[in-house]
RNA sequence: GCUCAAGUGGCGGAAUUGGUAGACGCGCUGGAUUCAAAAUCCAGUUCUUUCGGGAGUGUGGGUUCGAUUCCCACCUUGAGUACCA
């Protein structure tokens, strides 16, 4: 019997899915593991062979450690909620749902006939109303909390209340929004109901304000700062400007420390640390007050080197601070008033865009200096963002290169604060080494006590104080979008209200049209029904709304990170509809042991889930505060784009394709291209015009790379059926011939590139899976390279892994017509030695993610055992088990041929013994090579304690050969002694 | 500009407490089998050589008996980030 992979996999497929081998148990005596992949968001174009990667990664893991003896909780479902369903939808009219459900199924076919172990019946899916009851049921926590500085965690909204109503805020240490004026406890039962939520709602840990949003008029929906790449949409590459807006926003700059901090208690890569690190954006310094001249005003600012304050020399405001208008001079207003509008007709990426030309205007005003009392200049320059800090810096020309620049565009004085430095040319930005000059009572000082000194001397004459300050910005939660989670909030008087808890879900409304009202409305304005009764607790048509007792509903929908902030808990326990997930199931499963996916959520996803678990943390409504112990980022997996080369010009000819190294001799000598052309017109016989244009050019067209073979060879016939347009074109080949029969060869030029439909590189798993098998591809993409690694996807290299499980196959099918034959006997020595090498490297290998090399070892150990001619019930059984987390189908297959009734998956990983590699040592011949090393030759069958004895009569011989003591003695048995002094 | 990661045959990649560089696979070459092809099996495959060797892990230095591995400088590539005061 051949090995016929097609009928296992489908026949383990089944038995897996109709036995439910691999659902999980909420309760178990083992010890539990959870993996996690990121949970995928169902397109249209289905799965290609990068995406499983990480799949395939997490599913060997999960497989092996349940033979390693733990419960293992391995989960998938859609994040099914996002943009390409409904931009779909407003094309066509079909409800996003439908299209979801459809993108779902080719997902789910598709993933099942790769094999995974997932638990199925924990399936969840963001935009089931079941599912997106808790998201709602979350934003109604978040709104009931406050952050509380003092126990530096969230807490019930109605803790401030009571603190409100016995001592009013002044007391309060809340993250709040800013400028929140302060009111006694009297003045506080005094607020009406109405002013009461206003006030609170500066404190929640969602809330609603004018936000500057980025708005994005070709979605017609605001966008996240991490949705945004060099200025315009991160999807679709639209434009983006600024915009004010009323939105609900998340105050996740509450939890900035603790988001910094946790990163040290988690297993996460570092340069996904690093970049939420530099996300988070933690500064140290102090903030400054400026007193300004003949104003009763002050300018705030944030500086990282308060000690160089003595160098300041002027000031610098964003244009669009509020005191330009207030104290620019009556000389100055003019030119200062066209430098803001100036500044306002640009986008924010003209002016990321420019950043090489300085600009700045004058204000007239003068600052007074802390210390000194001097008068410095305050200016107005772009340089200065309005977004960060207070949006007003003091400038310190001799330390700061902007500075510097903005000072020597203008002729502003750049006076020296550093001992023996030359700031003739440059700012100095250095910190050690430096002392301070020209400061006063910092002079001498270096950079580590003069922060110190200055800070002391601020707080001490109340100029300012010691701060650190984030550049994390808290995040915006609306969006002006249908296919999202609805908010459970309507609008009584103005002022936002939850809807209770147990009226959840509030429903997506059915809309006629998904685009935005023609009065600028987000597309929920165009449903009918979407209204809530207060006193019947449900939703109703909007021709109902009145002022007593049923109001409009919110809008907005959530953005895509919602639901994909906390779906890790609902896996724990997936039908719970009473609680997003039982108090026992959380306390059971408590967080992700390993979660793959990729780098690219490193500051949305992975830092807005974080957020939430820390809140979730806090209310006490989650166990711990970190989802995810360790985290790795799988590569992507690129596709290898193929290239036709297509002379163009103005020809009146049929049209030409250049064979790749004929492309390359061409395009820079496009004169011996043309006579080239001419000829072949001659030669041939072909009925084309012989006008031939000497404006030639050849672009590269792409071409899909299912015509062209390993050898890089194009199918020319299906390229002409595929683009009919060139069924009557000329193909010259490699050596620049007319191709015909097969006298020549047309070669396709390559290139790495992103799979992408567009590209025609897509590789379809399916396609794998039919012709070679799911082992064969779940073997062959981890061994492409390193996990984390991105690598090209080349077809042609699977060819080895399905030769691999061809020759397993065999091994066990020796019979004339290939029957299963075993052998009872006992192994050999080297049978064994081969069997044990493999579980310690395939043991070492999963443990370090370094899956590819385990395939290595399977093929070694399948190459050795053919060669031995081994067949043994002993040898198999083991190797089996070791297999099976790469190639469970093949693996369960030789496994119920030897007898067993139960899955594999319940099989023990076998255990190594060391001593079948040590006795079976080979000879090792001496080699002295001039110095100090020493290769010696071992009698074959040794073991450790005369290996060691050996060594020992060795090491003093060497002693008196060198005159030296050796250090280090190094026994790796089987492979070499070496001595070193 | 800054931060991080990485540079090893024709290709993907092995080799980490510093110890036989190029495992394993692809591709290629030769052979066996076959009418032929596919499949399979065997041998070879870093470069160079006067067949003794010699050189060799981006470049140049350093530490060491010994460096792909550690240190310094530089070059190249990739990723992230960017007027963050």
Request: charged share 25%.
């Amino acid at each position: 019997m051949q090995y016929d992979h097609k009928k296992i996999e489908e026949f383990w497929q089944e038995y897996w899915s109709k036995n439910e081998t691999f659902k999980a148990s909420n309760t178990s005596d083992k010890p539990k593991y959870y993996v996690l992949d990121m949970f995928p968001y169902p397109s249209g174009a289905g799965l290609h062979v990068g995406h499983p990667l990480g799949y395939i990664a997490s599913d060997i893991y999960a497989r092996y450690k349940r033979h390693k003896g733990f419960n293992v909780l391995h989960p998938q479902g859609y994040d099914s909620f996002g943009l390409p369903a409904e931009q779909y939808a407003i094309q066509t009219g079909q409800h996003p749902a439908k299209t979801t459900e459809e993108n779902i199924k080719t997902y789910r076919r598709q993933l099942d006939r790769i094999g995974f172990s997932f638990d199925w019946s924990r399936e969840v899916r963001t935009s089931n109303p079941e599912y997106y009851k808790w998201t709602q049921w979350i934003f109604i926590q978040l709104f009931n909390s406050w952050y509380n500085k003092d126990s530096d965690k969230a807490e019930d909204i109605s803790t401030l209340v009571s603190i409100f109503s016995a001592n009013g805020n002044s007391e309060v240490n809340a993250v709040c929004d800013e400028d929140i004026s302060i009111f006694s406890a009297d003045e506080w039962n005094a607020f009406s109901d109405k002013e009461q939520q206003e006030i609170l709602l500066q404190y929640r840990l969602t809330f609603l304000s004018d936000t500057e949003v980025n708005w994005c008029p070709a979605l017609g929906t605001v966008l996240a700062n991490d949705e945004i790449v060099n200025g315009v949409s991160e999807r679709g590459g639209h434009p983006v400007v600024r915009k004010k807006m009323t939105q609900w926003s998340m105050r996740i700059s509450a939890y900035a420390q603790r988001l910094l901090d946790g990163l040290n208690t988690i297993d996460w890569p570092q340069p996904l640390k690093d970049s939420q690190t530099n996300w988070i954006g933690r500064s140290q310094g102090a903030m400054v007050s400026f007193d300004v001249d003949e104003h009763d005003a002050k300018i705030d600012v944030f500086t990282t080197r308060p000690d160089t304050i003595f160098g300041v020399s002027f000031m610098t405001l964003a244009p669009e601070h509020e005191l330009v208008s207030r104290i620019v001079t009556h000389e100055q207003k003019d030119e200062v008033n066209a430098y803001v509008e100036a500044t306002a007709k640009r986008s924010e990426r003209d002016r990321m865009a420019d950043v090489k030309t300085i600009s700045g205007v004058f204000t007239g005003a003068y600052a007074l200096h802390p210390f000194t009392g001097e008068k410095v200049q305050i200016w107005i320059g772009d340089y200065v963002l309005a977004s960060y800090g207070t949006g007003a810096v003091m400038a310190v020309p001799c330390g700061d290169q902007r500075d510097y620049d903005f000072a020597k565009h203008f002729g502003i004085d750049i006076p020296n604060i550093f001992e023996g430095v030359d700031i003739s040319e440059q700012a100095n930005d250095a910190k050690d080494g430096i002392k301070l000059a020209n400061s006063d009572f910092l002079n001498g000082l270096n950079y580590k006590k003069g922060m110190k000194t200055v800070i002391y001397e601020l707080e001490k004459r109340g100029f300012g104080y010691g701060k650190t300050n984030y550049r994390l910005r808290d995040a915006v939660f609306s969006r002006q979008r249908y296919w999202g989670e609805p908010f459970p909030v309507y609008y009584k008087d103005g002022m936002p209200q939850m809807i209770d808890a147990k009226h959840l879900p509030i429903v997506l409304p059915e809309v006629e049209k998904y685009l935005p009202t023609e009065d600028g409305k987000p597309p929920l304005g165009n449903a009918d029904v979407w209204a809530w009764d207060t006193t019947k607790n449900e939703v109703v048509s909007n021709d109902l709304i009145n002022n007593e007792t049923i109001f409009p509903l919110e809008l907005n929908t959530m953005p895509g990170w919602a639901g994909s902030s906390w779906y890790f808990n609902r896996y724990m326990d997936a039908h719970n509809e009473n609680e997003f997930a039982s108090k026992e199931a959380l306390d059971y499963w408590k967080e992700v042991d390993l979660y793959i996916g990729g780098s690219e959520h490193a500051t949305g996803h992975l830092l807005y889930a974080r957020f939430w678990q820390k809140f979730l943390f806090d209310r006490e409504l989650v166990p711990v505060g970190e989802f995810a112990k360790k985290l790795i980022n799988q590569g992507m997996i690129t596709g290898t784009s193929a290239f036709v080369y297509k002379v163009f010009g103005s020809l009146r000819f049929p049209k030409v394709f250049l064979s790749k190294g004929y492309y390359e001799r061409a395009k820079d000598n496009l004169g011996m291209l043309h006579s080239r052309l001419k000829t072949i017109h001659n030669e041939s016989n072909k009925s084309w015009e012989p006008y031939i244009d000497y404006d030639l050019d050849i672009i590269p067209h792409h071409t899909d790379v299912s015509f062209v073979d390993s050898s890089d060879e194009l199918d020319i016939e299906k390229y002409k059926k595929w683009r009919p347009e060139f069924s009557d074109a000329i193909f010259i080949g490699e050596k620049g011939q007319i191709i015909d029969c097969d006298n020549d060869k047309y070669i396709v030029g390559r290139e790495v590139e992103k799979m992408s439909k567009s590209k025609y590189n897509v590789v379809n798993p399916d396609n794998i899976c039919e012709e070679y098998g799911a082992d064969s591809l779940r073997l062959f993409e981890m061994f492409l390279g390193p996990l984390e690694q991105s690598k090209p996807w080349k077809t042609s290299g699977i060819s080895g892994v399905y030769s691999f499980l061809k020759k397993l196959w065999k091994l066990y099918h020796s019979g004339e017509n290939g029957e299963f034959i075993v052998s009872q006997d006992a192994a050999t020595k080297d049978e064994l030695k081969t069997l044990h090498k493999t579980i310690k490297k395939v043991d070492e290998d999963i443990a370090n993610f370094s899956f590819n090399t385990s395939v290595s070892s399977f093929m070694i150990a399948v190459n050795e055992l053919s060669a031995l001619k081994c067949n043994k019930r002993e040898i198999l059984e083991p190797l089996a088990v070791l297999i099976s987390p790469y190639a469970p189908h093949i693996a369960e297959e030789l496994w119920s041929k030897l007898g067993h009734t139960t899955s594999i998956s319940t099989a023990e990983f076998p255990v190594f013994e060391e001593k079948h590699l040590v006795e079976s040592t080979k000879n090792y011949p001496i080699s002295f090579n001039g110095k100090m090393r020493f290769t010696l030759e071992l009698p074959l069958d040794m073991n450790k304690e005369e290996i060691e004895k050996t060594v020992m009569a060795y090491e003093k011989t060497q002693e008196q050969l060198a005159g030296r003591t050796p250090k280090k003695v190094i026994v790796v048995p089987g492979k070499i002694v070496n001595i070193v002094g």
